[in-house]
């Protein structure tokens, strides 16, 4: 059982599937997450690929977001999902997809959708994604970010376009923040230009 954090469901339990295929964000984990996000849950329009128990999306459902989609392959976890939504009676905010993510993102970039967050926890045998990332480039908004989920000492290859924005590690687990260099019109310093210029 995982619980979420924050929110108009704070506290409120979700059930996430078992064995080694899917790997649940830890709650400390994403609590550092959302705070990370300074507040952009708010009316966001969100995509958690490789979602699993759907925490990340149904987290940023409670702190405000607008609507989401839940993309995974597993059989379970897609069920799972469903029954998360449905325990927290936000069907109608958000849509579940039990397909391969390059399936979803065919069907996701037909229907024209943008999303302003993206989640990203894919395997961590998942090195290189250069591929899926190219193909989310058209379906970010303005100013959206891409936050993935890695390994601390094993950050995956994306795409040469992103620019990360923040950078965190906890124990074994990692998360780094991109947006699309020539769309980010926040001008916000990256982590490593923040450090830079505290040296």
Not at 52 to 75: F, H, K, Q, T, Y
Not at 84 to 108: C, F, H, I, K, Y
């Amino acid at each position: 059982m995982l619980r979420i954090i924050a929110g108009s469901a704070r506290g409120r339990k979700i059930e996430a599937p078992e064995g080694r295929d899917t790997r649940p964000t830890l709650d400390r984990v994403r609590e550092n997450l959302f705070n990370m996000l300074q507040g952009r849950c708010m009316d966001a329009r969100v995509l958690d690929l490789f979602a699993g128990s759907g925490a990340l999306s149904l987290e940023a459902l409670s702190r405000g977001a607008a609507s989401a989609v839940l993309a995974d392959r597993d059989r379970e976890a897609s069920r799972l999902e469903r029954k998360n939504l449905e325990t927290l009676g936000w069907q109608d905010r958000a849509r579940v997809l039990m397909s391969p993510w390059e399936r979803t993102l065919e069907t996701l970039t037909r229907e024209g959708e943008r999303f302003d967050l993206i989640f990203l926890d894919p395997p961590y045998a998942m090195t290189d994604l250069r591929d899926v990332t190219e193909k989310l480039r058209g379906m970010t908004a303005a100013d959206g970010w891409i936050i993935l989920e890695h390994q601390a000492a094993a950050r995956p290859r994306v795409s040469e376009a992103l620019r990360p924005v923040k950078d965190r590690a906890w124990g074994y687990c990692g998360v780094t923040i991109y947006a699309w260099a020539e769309e980010n019109g926040t001008n916000e310093p990256t982590d490593e230009e923040k450090r830079g210029s505290d040296a």
